[in-house]
Each structure stands twice: as C-alpha cells, then as structure tokens.
Nanobody, 126 residues
C-alpha cells in the first residue's frame, strides 16, 4: 500500500516562505515520479510542479517558476516543495502525488498520478 503524507502547510503573509514535505512509503521511492498539485476553494485541482524518477528532471507551472523549487531526497524518501515569494493567490490545499509508470518526463496531468496524499493547507494573507 503506497502512502503519501504531506506536512509543512501553514499561514504566512505575502512574500513569506514555506517548505512542504511529502513522505512516501510502500513503494520503491527511486522508481516514482512525484508531483505537487493544489486546489483552491471552488477551483479545479491544478498542477504545480513535478520531478522525474529517472533523472530528477523538474517541471513547473508557469505561475510558480522562479518562486517554487521541487526537490527529492532519495535517502529520506521524501519530496519537498520550497515556496518563496508567496502570494494570496497561492492559497490552496497542496497535494503530493506519485506516478509509478516510469514515464521519462514528469507529467503535469492529474490522471497520470496513481497515488495521492491527503493534502496540507497553505494560506497566504495580504
């Protein structure tokens, strides 16, 4: 049973920073591509960032480029999302997801991820 457990959410002012963590268990971590998605109230869940299993290639949504960084720690079997320069529009529940299909490139598509965490709330005040 693959389990993903997010942590690190919270409330920060505009311009603040947070580090989200997602601990993965139940699967060979190095064979998983990992992604972060977010969902604001009344909105669809949208792609934020992903990192490939094979070469660590990163992929970012345009609206977070230069502000967010995804990292994976294969020893601790954890993926991180470092978020700087937070804006009120970044307020959402952030979800970690895992893709076990050995895709060569990280995917921005929700349907390509089989396993999901329960989410962690990020709130950015203006």
């Amino acid at each position: 049973q693959v389990q993903l457990r997010e942590s690190g959410g919270g409330s920060v002012p505009t311009g603040g920073s947070l580090r989200l963590s997602c601990a993965v268990s139940g699967h060979t971590f190095t064979r998983l591509s990992l992604g972060w998605f977010r969902q604001a109230p009344g909105q669809e869940r949208e792609f934020v960032s992903a990192i490939a299993w094979v070469n660590g290639q990163e992929y970012y949504a345009n609206f977070v480029k230069g502000r967010f960084t995804i990292l994976r720690d294969n020893i601790r079997e954890t993926v991180f999302l470092d978020m700087d320069g937070l804006k009120p529009e970044d307020t959402a529940i952030y979800f970690c997801a895992a893709d076990s299909s050995y895709r060569a490139l990280p995917s921005p598509q929700r349907a390509d991820y089989t396993y999901w965490g329960q989410g962690t709330q990020v709130t950015v005040s203006s």
